[in-house]
């Protein structure tokens, strides 16, 4: 796409592209040399006086999924507003001082106020950005700063009096009176603390250490275990998933029986003559599943989680036995069965299973042994058994040896605990106890839960060739 | 909407010079698109690139298709991509029928070679979406649509025909493409799919627009719906998609429900056509029961109306 000459000429940037992607990789975005190829190529055909454009074509050739796209916008950023700050650092050019911000009165300060209310609730991202320097000049004099950005930023928001819920008291007609919008708020915080930030970089004439983006940061809008509707939402993608998992299986066709009846009828098509041959579908055999799950009150944020696994799980596995248990086990197939809505499932489940019977605490000896005596007979080498739970006795006996008992009847017997690997062991999680049994699975996000469908689908496939 | 064949030659431009062209192109061939979307439709022009279209149902993935075929003049040839999709649907296929015919009509004496020369030459292949883009005369739109629903095995096929636009078959040899045909590939995310797929490709998010966007495009399919009636009807399918729903209502839902309300000569979006009419944008049982609690209730009835 571009000479030699050209590329020279612009080595200064091909270095800053290069660091870019550098950063980019450090944060977990897979960047190729081959992507980074296609952004210099890109580069070529756009202008680059345009930011947005600039941003955009970047993005397309380096961040290909949607996670990694948030991720890149964030990298940019910081990148760029890093570099420049630097250079701008080096050579030393200083803002001038925001003349005419001497001494705001009192009357100026709720123009202020009014005007960025009001710049907020229309969202006019251009005026933004002066408002917030205005702000901090304005801030700044009042009252001394804390040296902490984080700190800051939220001293000046509440001098400003914006808040994202409705302020009633406040008289008619003032833009922050219904609440200004949760998300522009978010934007102008974000735009002091830049602004913050540069004004720090001015004064000590290097930059802080880099941040690298936290969880948080980088969690989509909408971040798995949110709500209840985020994990519905993904639950669902996996369950489309594990639909088609069935379906590849049936694809694969190591080895073929040749359906003749078929072959014959379809010979008709060449005039008798057998060019394609049909072969007999093969089916695979469907799992027999028996899901145990924790509905203690130690497990309490991670069951709704669990129940909708479980739910989801039912919609696809069409022999599927389900247990909840606290202190005592309760078969809840029935219930899930019948309901196909999900909060009337988790309603039935607490108003009907009757498993908190005296304490309220869980009790893993009594629930094996319950449960093998219900399923003994069942049990056999094609079920798989998954528990879901945090595997804390509460100083009770774990009675593992009648979960082996379990484990050895069942084919395969896994375990999703809802803890950080970091807790298991400690207090008293007996997962060890357990592990030598089953594969345990941390689980308390839905990419981890992904892994876990993984292997929960891939080897039922490979047993039953 | 319906995409004429032959479009009128003024709005054609065969290779847009900027984004700003790609932009005003697509606008005018009635595809209002984001920022990105036409720049990176422009980069795809200019190197050559497929792009990968990843976005919910309904943001117009596939629409994006049929209005760059329709600005650049070129024909679209569309994959729709499906379980258990194989070559022989999306590539070629040899026409069974008409070798044996040919070999049946060949006189006695014919020596093998002869006949094996003559029924595998290119007037026995059925092309298939893949073949037809590569092997066309004239540049073409190849869209391969829903991507993620095909297997891995269908994709590592694909990556021959993205890199190199080549096809090779054993009895005929290498099928390179004549032209550059610009190829889109949308998913719906309902799989992830192989980093080498991606690596092809320039990436592109569609999502659901902003709401000053989505009524410019309600403006533009039904150009008789008063303004305040058209925002107001953004503003509601802006709220029902904030709801937890199966089925979130897409653009071409919240454009047939501005036709459906004209049709019916609605004044004005009040509880009561929001509940007659609300079937046009949600299509769940359980979604119904949801967005009628939520929405229909802020609406107001008609008499709270002042």
Redesign the interface.
């Known amino acids: 796409m571009s000479s030699e000459h050209d590329l020279s000429s612009r080595l200064p940037l091909a270095a800053r592209i290069l660091e870019l992607a550098e950063e980019l990789r450090h944060e977990g975005v897979a960047v190729g040399t081959s992507e980074l190829l296609d952004a210099f190529a890109v580069l070529g055909e756009i202008s680059w006086t345009s930011q947005e454009d600039f941003r955009e074509a970047l993005a397309a050739t380096l961040a290909k999924s949607q996670e990694d796209r948030r991720v890149f916008e964030l990298v940019f950023e910081r990148f760029f507003f890093r570099a420049s700050e630097i250079a701008a650092a080096r050579h030393g050019i200083h803002e001038q001082d925001a003349a005419g911000l001497e001494e705001l009165s009192d009357d100026q300060l709720d123009a202020l106020r009014a005007q960025i209310a009001a710049a907020l609730r229309d969202g006019a991202d251009g005026a933004m950005r002066d408002l917030a320097r205005m702000a901090i000049a304005a801030f700044a004099r009042r009252q001394e700063g804390s040296g902490v950005i984080g700190v800051d930023v939220q001293r000046i928001r509440r001098a400003l009096g914006l808040r994202a819920e409705p302020q009633p008291e406040l008289p008619a007609g003032d833009p922050r009176r219904d609440g200004v919008p949760r998300e522009a708020l978010r934007r102008f915080e974000a735009l002091l603390r830049r602004e913050l930030e540069r004004a720090q970089i001015e004064r000590t004439g290097s930059l802080p250490p880099a941040r690298p983006l936290g969880e948080l940061d980088r969690a989509l809008p909408t971040g798995p275990l949110a709500d209840l509707a985020a994990v519905h939402r993904v639950v669902a993608q996996l369950r489309r998933r594990l639909a088609t998992q069935g379906l590849q299986a049936r694809g694969h066709r190591r080895h073929a029986h040749v359906d003749v009846r078929r072959t014959m009828r379809a010979s008709l098509q060449t005039g008798g003559v057998p060019v394609v041959l049909k072969f007999r579908p093969r089916r695979p055999r469907r799992p027999e599943i028996y899901v145990l799950c924790d509905v203690s009150t130690s497990v309490t944020s991670a069951s709704v989680f669990f129940l909708s696994v479980l739910h989801a799980l039912h919609d696809t596995f069409r022999k599927m036995r389900s247990f909840v248990f606290i202190e005592r086990i309760s078969e809840v197939t029935d219930i899930f069965e019948h309901e196909r809505n999900f909060k009337a499932v988790s309603e039935r489940i607490a108003s009907d299973a009757g498993v908190a019977d005296i304490s309220g605490y869980t009790d893993y000896g009594r629930v094996w042994s319950e449960f093998l005596s219900d399923v003994e007979d069942d049990l056999h080498p094609r079920a798989t058994v998954i528990v879901l739970g945090d595997a804390r006795t509460n100083g009770r006996d774990p009675r593992a040896d009648v979960f082996a008992q379990v484990a050895a009847r069942a084919g395969r017997t896994f375990w999703l605990n809802p803890e950080p690997r970091l807790y298991w062991n400690y207090g008293d999680s007996v997962i060890a106890a357990y592990e030598q049994y089953c594969t345990a699975f941390e689980c308390w996000t839905t990419a981890q839960l992904e892994d876990f469908v993984r292997a929960l689908t891939r080897p039922a496939i490979a047993a039953s060739r | 909407m319906s995409a004429s064949p032959s479009p009128p030659p003024d709005l054609v431009s065969s290779s847009p010079e ?2 700003e062209a790609v932009r005003e192109g697509l606008r005018r061939v009635g595809y209002l698109p984001g ?2 979307t036409a ?2 439709s ?2 795809s022009t ?2 050559g ?1 497929p ?2 279209v ?1 976005g919910p149902a309904g943001v117009g993935k596939t629409e994006l298709a049929k209005a760059l075929a329709r600005f650049l003049g070129r024909e679209l040839v569309r994959l729709q991509c499906y ?2 999709l194989d070559e022989a649907k999306a590539l070629y296929e040899w026409n ?2 008409k070798q ?1 015919l040919r070999i ?1 009509a060949e006189p006695s004496g014919t020596g093998w070679d002869a006949v094996q020369e003559d029924i595998f030459g290119e007037e026995f292949l059925l092309s298939r979406p893949l073949m037809t883009a590569i092997s066309s005369e004239q540049p073409v739109v190849l869209l391969i649509d829903e991507i993620d ?1 095909t ?1 891995q095995e269908f994709e590592a096929m694909l990556l021959e025909v993205l890199s190199d636009f080549q096809i090779s078959i054993p009895e005929l040899g290498m099928v390179r493409s004549r032209t550059h045909p610009i190829v889109l590939l949308t998913s719906n ?4 799919l192989t ?1 080498a797929l ?8 569609l999502d659901y627009p902003e709401l000053e966007h989505e009524l410019e495009i309600v403006r533009l399919h039904a150009p008789e719906l008063p303004e305040t009636m058209a925002r107001k009807l953004v503003e509601v399918v802006g709220m029902v998609r904030a709801l ?1 729903l ?1 089925k979130p209502p897409s653009i071409a839902e919240s454009i047939d429900w501005a036709r459906a309300l004209l049709l019916l000569g609605a004044e004005e979006i009040d509880a009561e056509t929001f509940t007659e009419t609300m079937s046009v944008i949600v299509k769940h049982r ?1 979604d119904m029961d949801v967005v009628a609690e939520r929405v229909g209730l802020k609406l107001g009835s008609p008499a709270d109306v002042v």
């Open positions: 900027s984004a920022e990105s720049l990176v422009y980069l200019k190197l690139k792009v990968l990843e379980e258990g069974y029928r044996l049946q629903k297997d995310n309902s799989r992830e980093e991606k690596r092809r490709c320039l990436y592109l998010w937890d199966k359980t």
